[in-house]
């Protein structure tokens, strides 16, 4: 059973950098067939894709996110990582990894999600 | 991109049927049979319902049916439980290997 993890500071202060890790375990994150994905949700609204990245690096971005945005993968640790560079109060919400079938592209297993507040 | 179209909020009682839909473009929905749909309870994740349009995943019940015509997508479920009420949110792949989401809907069993 694959099962995902969210970790990084809950706390980010404006114009900082927001850095969330995902820890795989159940299966390899050098598998193929699979993409890992960020997705995060403001309180109280909608789904936001934010990105995913191939085990080989290969990353893809939701357009709106892209210019502060970078995905990486620790393939040693079977871990990815996502960076969100000036952060600002849109930027609070809940943050969620997943994995997605890079065949169909459905996000078959979630993480239980992180809350991650920029404030000063 | 722009986020998928879906109704705000939906009802109904115990034992009808509701559906939801998502409508799209033809460089999402319209263009890829990758839509796939996802329940959400409060204070947690979304969880997979409905995957490749109408793919059910392992232990989703078969009251859930999902369906694409043009650039729209729809799940249905029947004979609703009062533990489907939650938020439905649907997803498609797109045109630039990205996924985009719907802005969810409130499903209400009243």
């Known amino acids: 059973q694959v099962q995902l993890q969210e970790s990084g500071p809950g706390l980010v202060r404006p114009s900082q950098t927001l850095s969330l890790t995902c820890t795989v375990s159940g299966g390899s994150i050098s598998s193929g067939n699979y993409y890992w994905s960020w997705i995060r949700q403001p309180p109280g609204k909608g789904l936001e894709w934010i990105g995913h990245?191939?085990?080989?690096?290969?990353?893809y971005y939701n357009p709106s996110l892209k210019s502060r945005v970078s995905l990486s993968v620790d393939r040693s640790k079977n871990q990815f990582s996502l960076k969100l560079t000036s952060a600002n109060a849109a930027d609070t919400a809940v943050y969620y990894c997943?994995?997605?079938?890079?065949?169909?592209?459905?996000?078959?297993?979630w993480g239980q999600g992180t809350l991650v507040t920029v404030s000063s | 991109q722009s986020a998928l179209s879906q109704p705000t909020s939906v009802s109904g009682s115990p034992g009808q049927s509701i559906t939801i839909s998502c409508s799209g473009t033809?460089?999402?929905?319209?263009?890829?049979?990758?839509v796939s749909w996802y329940l959400q309870h409060p204070g947690e994740a979304p969880k997979l319902m409905i995957y490749d349009v109408s793919k059910r995943p392992s232990g989703v019940p078969y009251r859930f049916s999902g369906s694409k015509s043009g650039n729209t997508a729809s799940l249905t479920i029947s004979g609703l439980q009062a533990e489907d009420e939650a938020e439905y949110y649907c997803s498609s792949y797109t045109s630039f290997n990205t996924l985009v989401f719907g802005g969810g809907t409130k499903l209400t069993v009243l």
């Open positions: 033809i460089s999402d929905i319209g263009g890829y049979n990758f």
């Open positions: 997943a994995r997605v079938i890079d065949w169909a592209f459905h996000l078959d297993y």
């Open positions: 990245i191939y085990y080989s690096g290969t990353a």
